[in-house]
Structure formats: structure tokens, C-alpha cells
């Protein structure tokens, strides 16, 4: 199982980016997706996370400006991040809750991290 992650950059305060992450392999079944970041010196955070349901939650500090979505039939997490800010300068990780196959229990997959760093 891999968590492909991408669409990171370099931005202007204001700006927008649109992450996407591709979870591949041998999969039974994807549970939650969520994005999580971290900056230097700090520890990770959760950003946004939805159901395969499609039920959302954010973090305090994005709601308003990032939309997080999925296509679970390609097993993508999109993250919309718009009007961004200095302090959302991170790498951003996706995270899936998967199962594997139907024989193995659920657990929790990562992305390998894409940065997002925004100029003020």
C-alpha cells in the first residue's frame, strides 16, 4: 500500500494550492482520509479529515479557507487550501485508514509528505 502524495509549492499570502493524495496497491477498504501538517519546531496537527461518508471536520485554524474532499472510487483525498496564510507554511501529509485486505486489521497509512510554504 502506497499514499501518493502531490500539488505542494510555493505561494503568495492570499494564494491557493490543491493537494491530492492516491493511496495504490493490494486494498480491501479506505476508511477515513485526512490531511496533517507540520512545521519546523512543532508537532504534527491535524488540518482536515472526512469519512468515506463524506463527513468533514477542520481544525480551528483552516475553516472558512481549506475544503477537504474524496473519490473514493479512485481512493483520492483532496485538500483545497485557499487564502493562505505565512503560518500555513508546513509539509503536509495525507493519512488514510485502511484496510489492506479482508483478513487484516485497520490501521493507518502515510503520505510521504508533500511542503507548502507561503510567502508573505
Known amino acids: 500500500v502506497q499514499l501518493q502524495a502531490s500539488g505542494g509549492g510555493l505561494v503568495q499570502t492570499g494564494g491557493s494550492l490543491r493537494l491530492s493524495c492516491a493511496a495504490s496497491?493490494?486494498?480491501?477498504?479506505?476508511?477515513?482520509m485526512g490531511w496533517y501538517r507540520q512545521a519546523p519546531g512543532k508537532q504534527r496537527e491535524l488540518v482536515a479529515s472526512i469519512t468515506k461518508g463524506g463527513t468533514t471536520h477542520y481544525a480551528d485554524s483552516v475553516k472558512g479557507r481549506f475544503t477537504i474532499s474524496r473519490d473514493n472510487a479512485q481512493k483520492t483525498v483532496y485538500l483545497q487550501m485557499n487564502s493562505l496564510k505565512p503560518e500555513d507554511t508546513a509539509v503536509y501529509y495525507c493519512n488514510a485508514l485502511l484496510r489492506p485486505t479482508y483478513w487484516a486489521g485497520e490501521r493507518a497509512y502515510w503520505g510521504q509528505g508533500t511542503q507548502v510554504t507561503v510567502s508573505s
Open positions: 496497491g493490494i486494498i480491501f477498504n479506505v476508511n477515513d
